[in-house]
């Protein structure tokens, strides 16, 4: 490692403006985020132990603290070509609808057919499990957008695609299987009678709708169990902040060459991959004291595991097979009430940005769903796209941000991450429309529940 040539700062862009590296922020990180951990011996996962469940080059990028460059592959550059870069807009119409001196910007990860930024880590998740030739990988969904994006990535590279799918989304979300399916993946309902912890967790919860927790436990089963299949993730991993990096790499270089300079940065925080993509180059100058910048995550507060969660070593998954990881959480048993539809569900958050959230060097605020819903609306309503749930946390708090400037009278320029498109999302706005939606927050008694169950690390 140490031979490799030092790649100086700067953003390196190809012929047709897609970043020909991606970004380690955790190369100029100060504190590293804390290693995944054994969650039989206590002690760092090894290379050799991850690339049990993890393809070998992802352990490499997951276990890589030290090279901030990483070199896109080709392949994986062309794949970004049918869909990158992405458009970073200036939302003219909402600021004059808020009447805002503020100057607010968005990068639209919502335009290509999964509807979501999670098609950049899937591709080339998928293209590294491909070069070490493997049959195919599993995964769980939520909602379906991770699921979908993978199915797009396998059938790209011709790869077997096995989606473990959380049963309330499963029922709800019929038409997100049906574009799995289109991609050639085999979706189940999790909890499932295929897996052992499937089985377990459906004799000792009967009629449960299922959880992201228990749907990882099952997809990682069903990898290391099945020669030539591993296992992959969405979100929360430091190799899926990596690949997401090209958002904010983009971004960057979009502004740059209108010599624009944020204030504030702001993104939706579910496990962190778009917000810790988004905002890495910016980062990457604030931990160098290059810059200065506001960085905001948002959350559910009916999620909160950055506002309201501990800095812990904890579960990735309630059935317990996945490493420990040092961050927020809410404890691995936590599920959301169950008339929340905003998206970001996980207990969990990125050990990245939980470590420089903990460093003091970002913001966290949880906002409301219904206060979310109705600016999702207001922003279709001026600027044309319908937006997800989960990209309607950060369009509040940009919208409320700029609302502060106008009673300020500061002309602050806002980006913020618009992560997606919510066609399938039309269940939860139905309830938000027929004043079905409630605004369920934990109580500090339920959430001192679900803490005292953290496993006990030194
Ligand atoms: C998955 C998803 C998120 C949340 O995931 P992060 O890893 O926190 O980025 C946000 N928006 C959309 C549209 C998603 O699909």
């Not at 590293?32 to 393809?55: I, R, Y």
């Not at 290391?224 to 992959?232: A, D, L, M």
């Not at 579960?315 to 936590?334: E, H, I, Q, R």
């Not at 420089?356 to 309503?381: C, H, I, N, P």
Request: glycine content about 8%; some cysteine; proline content about 6%.
């Amino acid at each position: 490692m140490g031979s490799e040539k030092k790649i100086p700062y700067k953003i390196y862009l190809d012929e047709t403006e897609i970043p020909q590296y991606w970004y380690n922020v955790r190369a100029d990180m100060k504190n590293k985020p804390a290693p995944l951990l054994n969650p039989g011996t206590l002690q760092p996962m090894t290379a050799e132990e991850l690339s049990g469940v993890f393809c070998e080059e992802l352990v490499a990028q997951e276990l890589d603290n030290e090279n901030a460059f990483i070199e896109i592959p080709k392949e994986i550059r062309n794949f970004y070509k049918m869909y990158r870069p992405s458009p970073l807009v200036r939302a003219y119409c909402l600021e004059e609808k808020l009447g805002t001196p503020a100057k607010i910007y968005y990068k639209f990860e919502g335009n290509n057919t999964s509807g979501s930024h999670k098609l950049n880590s899937a591709i080339a998740q998928a293209y590294y499990a491909k070069k070490q030739g493997l049959k195919g990988v599993t995964t769980e969904t939520g909602a379906g957008q991770w699921g979908t994006a993978l199915s797009m990535a396998c059938a790209y590279l011709e790869l077997d695609c096995k989606v473990y799918m959380v049963k309330v989304s499963y029922e709800q979300k019929p038409f997100r299987r049906e574009v799995m399916r289109v991609y050639g993946a085999s979706v189940t309902p999790s909890p499932s009678e295929t897996t052992q912890i499937g089985k377990k967790i459906l004799a000792e919860h009967p009629g449960t709708t299922g959880s992201l927790g228990c749907a990882i436990s099952e997809a990682v089963e069903v990898a290391v169990s099945n020669p030539g299949y591993r296992y992959v993730l969405g979100s929360v991993l430091n190799q899926v902040l990596l690949h997401q990096s090209v958002i904010g790499l983009e971004t960057k270089a979009a502004l740059d060459k209108y010599g624009v300079v944020p204030d504030i940065i702001i993104g939706c925080a579910g496990g962190g991959s778009n917000l810790g993509g988004l905002i890495a180059p910016f980062m990457g100058e604030k931990l160098r004291g290059e810059k200065d910048y506001r960085i905001i995550a948002v959350e559910p507060a009916s999620c909160p595991s950055f506002t309201r969660g501990k800095f812990a070593y904890d579960f990735a998954d309630t059935g317990m097979v996945c490493p420990l990881a040092k961050m927020y959480t809410l404890g691995s048993d936590f599920i959301p009430s169950a008339n929340h539809a905003g998206g970001l569900r996980y207990h969990g958050m990125s050990p990245v940005l939980s470590q420089l959230y903990d460093d003091g060097l970002m913001e966290a605020v949880s906002v409301k769903q219904t206060d979310v819903f109705e600016a999702a609306e207001l922003f279709a309503r001026v600027e044309g796209i319908l937006p997800a749930p989960e990209s309607s946390h950060a369009i509040r708090v940009a919208i409320d941000e700029a609302l502060k400037c106008k009673e300020t009278g500061e002309e602050k320029t806002i980006v913020f991450g618009l992560t997606g498109t919510g066609y399938f999302d039309m269940v939860a706005y139905e309830k938000f429309h027929e004043h079905q939606m409630e605004d369920y927050i934990p109580t500090d008694e339920e959430l001192a529940k679900y803490a005292a169950k953290l496993p006990k690390v030194e």
